[in-house]
């Protein structure tokens, strides 16, 4: 017999390393012809930080994308960076990326106010040139503030380093410890179909909303929701490397005794969405959220499972032997 | 109004991933570039009584084998560095390190440690963290089997009088969660490639997360300044955590230094599954004290983490989750111990989600129970518990921009979900 339940969870995510003191460093330099080059620390593990913080630089120097090229390839040129996990790099790699670019900023209008003779005060900086702000015919163009300061004998970088604050250690009584540099929030509704003769459980649904403070790249965050999704569905019912933990008997090679949710096995309806409550400490208000987005799922699912079939699965996943052995159990009591 | 800040714009190296043009670390081919494989333990936990690797040094083909001896600098690694190379002479999980061969082809580098001769005086293994607190266990470490924090055998964290709390609550509310061991699963697998440079450098092309915290751990391995080592990566296949720990790097650059020659270490997906880090198990038992309002007032929760055979970032990780196991609820009282096991299984280190996922999924099934149990509607308790701007965590941290409630508000929307009133006006805003 096929039985549906619905359940539901929520969950919240810290960015940074716990007590904080993982900082991250950014730079922006001029070339010739007046494009950049943002050089980082953060590696790219497939969650998109050269796309965001190339936004994030484009963003704040008025400049466009295309003029932004990044390198993070080695640690003869890529500036320090913690690393890339806790959700962390969009937060505070973001933070030191704009502190690069109002560094260099500040460095161009001066060089610009000496060229045209007038106070950089008086300079603005937009469509990817800077002009006098009462006279905006008088200015130079990113192209030809490269090529002057370049062959002028000028250097033109800017720099930037952020921490989320000095590394706090627990208290040994009490466990205070107050450093967290930002908090992400997050809500799931999940619809399970349990199949009682075979024990196989379906996600028919998936509905996940997720408080991020801002969106950089909404395009990313959605990637981040569909794979941290497919993470989260097999950690509630499939992945298994002790499948009789403790013991360590029966431990799967391969991925054919591994189960990973793959994409065939997505639910129908993937419901998401984004709400924004901006932090006052993050890039445009952004929070770290990527890996909070494996963690909603599992505990919808396993509540789901319990309103389909009437029994708390409370040692996970659900594989079709835990559910079978379960409504056995039920049926015996 | 931004232009590019909040747009959905296109990965950056999207298309050259998905077209094969970026190159990956196993797409670097040098030329006279030989292949390692390495010898790794097939028990549990013994003692290496003897190891002998000329037979295959000798056989043609080979270019050097590495063991324990060849480490010139610190033959340990980690957050905590208690992780040996290749171990010299404990064996703590089947599929600790041993030697490594480097030959002309992974092939030969294999018949290679077949002619390695070895003798272990096996030993019996711990595997249920449970067992292995017990003070007659065998000792997987020799320092004992439970982490020791600073606040002793367990981290502590107090807020308030969980006593006091239950003595106020209608109900109390108990439940016990286990999760698995899981494995990252990346598309591209663990793999190092090391060579001598044009200006007598170490060259490494890494997958690594994390080049700094790595590079740090390398120059100590190697005894070589920061500066010597070129470490080249910041483009990764996917990591999930994986990759936050070394495992191919450091063999891949010994094997260069002893020989001086180009070297490819790649590990199969069997030996990636079996033998490397793992998101580890943990158990977590909770008691609530509930007032009938469905205000919870108590939370007391122990959690068990077995993080296998070295430290990894096992205490670090009983560290993350026991700040957030209790939830992003306002509770007045929470009392959480965080205990960290030793056992003869792989290390457990970082995977996505670090100890959150952990602890959430027990946290919020505990949530579920006691909404069932108190016959509460398990959104109302939600709202009613949930922080707002202000409120205090169990490590007394202050919740800043909370979005809990509004992050709520709209799931339920998109499901279809009918909120009563008295909670629509609800806000993180305030009480």
């Not at chain 2, 109004?1 to 990956?24: A, N, Q, S």
């Not at chain 2, 494989?37 to 050097?64: N, Q, T, W, Y």
């Amino acid at each position: 017999m096929k039985k549906r339940g619905i359940g539901i969870s929520c969950n919240t995510h810290p960015a940074g390393l716990k007590g904080g003191g993982d900082p991250s460093q950014a730079l922006i330099r001029v070339k010739l012809d007046g494009t950049l080059d943002l050089v980082i620390g953060a590696v790219d593990i497939g969650q998109g930080c050269k796309t965001i913080l190339r936004q994030i630089a484009a963003e704040e120097l008025s400049v466009p994308l295309e003029a932004i090229t990044l390198s993070n390839f080695d640690t003869d040129i890529g500036l320090m960076c913690t690393g890339t996990f806790a959700s962390r790099v969009t937060f505070i790699d973001g933070n030191a990326v704009i502190r690069a670019a109002r560094d260099l900023k500040d460095k161009i209008k001066r060089f610009v106010g000496s060229q045209l003779g007038v106070e950089p005060e008086q300079l603005e900086m937009a469509d990817n040139r800077v002009f006098v702000r009462d006279n905006p015919e008088k200015g130079m163009s990113m192209a030809a503030i490269g090529a002057a300061a370049n062959w002028g004998g000028a250097i033109l970088v800017g720099t930037g380093a952020f921490t989320p604050g000095a590394g706090q250690d627990f208290d040994p009584e009490t466990g205070k410890m107050t450093a967290i540099a930002s908090l992400a929030f997050g809500a799931c509704v999940a619809e399970v179909e349990v199949d009682t003769e075979t024990g196989v459980v379906d996600v028919l649904k998936l509905v996940q909303v997720y408080e991020i403070g801002r969106a950089i790249n909404p395009l990313l965050c959605k990637g981040q929701i569909n794979g941290g999704s497919m993470m989260g569905i097999s950690f509630a019912l499939t992945e298994n490397l002790f499948p009789y933990y403790p013991a360590v008997d029966f431990a799967p090679e391969t991925f054919s005794d591994y189960i990973l949710t793959t994409a065939a096995d997505m639910p129908k309806e993937m419901i998401y969405d984004i709400v924004e409550v901006p932090h006052p400490n993050g890039p445009y208000g952004a929070k770290g959220f990527s890996e909070m987005t494996a963690s909603a799922a599992p505990p919808a699912i396993l509540s789901a499972i319990h309103d389909a079939i009437g029994v708390w699965i409370t040692d996970y996943p659900a594989t079709p032997e835990v559910i079978l052995r379960a409504l056995e159990a039920k049926s015996t009591s | 109004m931004t232009e590019y800040v909040g747009k959905p714009i296109p990965r950056y190296d999207g298309i050259g991933h998905v077209t094969g043009r970026t190159t990956f670390v196993d797409d670097i081919h040098l030329p006279g570039m030989l292949y390692i494989k390495v010898l790794l333990s097939p028990v549990h936990k013994g003692i290496i009584r003897h190891l002998d690797v000329s037979a295959a040094e000798r056989m043609p083909g080979v270019a050097g084998v590495i063991t324990a001896k060849d480490v010139p600098g610190k033959n340990a690694y980690g957050l905590i560095p208690d992780q040996p190379v290749f171990t010299p002479e404990h064996i703590r999980y089947k599929g600790e390190r041993i030697a490594a061969v480097a030959a002309v082809d992974e092939d030969t580098a294999m018949e290679a440690l077949e002619k390695i001769k070895l003798e272990i005086e096996e030993q019996t293994p711990v595997f249920d963290p449970f067992e292995a607190m017990q003070p007659d266990a065998p000792l997987v470490r020799p320092e004992g089997n439970v982490w020791v924090f600073n606040s002793g055998t367990t981290r502590k964290i107090r807020l308030g009088d969980v006593e006091e709390g239950f003595k106020q609550a209608d109900y109390i509310i108990e439940g016990t969660y286990t999760n698995s061991t899981n494995d990252h699963a990346p598309m591209e697998p663990q793999v190092s490639v090391a060579y001598i440079d044009e200006t007598d450098r170490l060259a490494i092309h890494t997958v690594s997360q994390d080049l700094y915290f790595h590079l740090g751990m390398l120059s100590a391995i190697f005894n070589l300044p920061m500066n010597k080592i070129r470490y080249i990566g910041g483009t990764v296949g996917g990591g999930f955590g994986a990759k936050n720990d070394i495992h191919c790097d450091h063999v891949a650059g010994l094997m260069a230094l002893k020989i001086r020659k180009p070297v490819k270490y790649r590990l199969t997906r069997h030996e990636e599954m079996l033998y490397t880090t793992k998101r580890g198990p943990w158990t977590f038992e909770f008691k609530d004290g509930v007032k009938k309002d469905g205000r919870i007032v108590a939370r007391k929760v122990r959690t068990i983490h077995d993080t296998g055979a070295y430290s990894g970032m096992g205490p670090y990780v009983v560290d993350k989750n026991a700040i957030l196991v209790a939830g992003p609820f306002a509770i007045p009282n929470i009392w959480i111990d965080g205990i960290c096991v030793y056992t003869n299984k792989p290390p457990a280190s970082s995977m996505r989600g670090f100890g959150i996922i952990n602890g959430t999924s027990a946290e919020q099934l505990q949530m579920n129970r006691i909404a069932e149990a108190i016959g509460m509607d398990p959104w109302e308790i939600r709202f009613i518990n949930a922080w707002r701007d202000g409120d205090i965590g169990a490590t007394q941290f202050t919740v800043v921009a909370a979005g809990l409630i509004e992050a709520m508000k709209r799931a339920a929307e998109l499901a279809g979900v009918e909120l009563p009133e008295r909670l629509k006006a609800m806000s993180s805003r305030g009480r």
